[in-house]
């Protein structure tokens, strides 16, 4: 069977989506491990993070953070957020 090219770009960004949604479930599961239950918003944005770069580099403030604050300053800006004293829209 002959498949589109198109068709091989879906299913190579299915599984990156894929990867990044493992990694940002995993890391989540560390931060519960580690605290608790962790709350909603955190979830959110943990979840929302689709560049699998991003949360690999997440892995080690999420093992090595004191509180889930700490964690939190580790993120990195949403999308869209503006970057403070940079001027970077």
């Not at 091989?8 to 299915?14: F, G, N």
């Not at 995993?26 to 959110?44: I, K, N, Y």
Request: contains cysteine; proline residues 6%; glycine residues 6%.
């Amino acid at each position: 069977m002959i498949q589109s090219q198109q068709v091989l770009e879906w299913q190579a960004e299915a599984r990156i989506e894929g990867k990044a949604v493992g990694k940002a479930e995993t890391l989540l599961e560390m931060l519960e491990a580690r605290f608790g239950t962790v709350p909603a918003d955190a979830v959110e944005r943990v979840l929302s993070i689709r560049d699998v770069d991003q949360l690999k580099r997440l892995v080690v403030p999420a093992v090595r953070c004191a509180s889930l604050d700490e964690f939190r300053a580790a993120l990195p800006p949403e999308e869209g957020q503006r970057l403070s004293g940079r001027g970077i829209p």
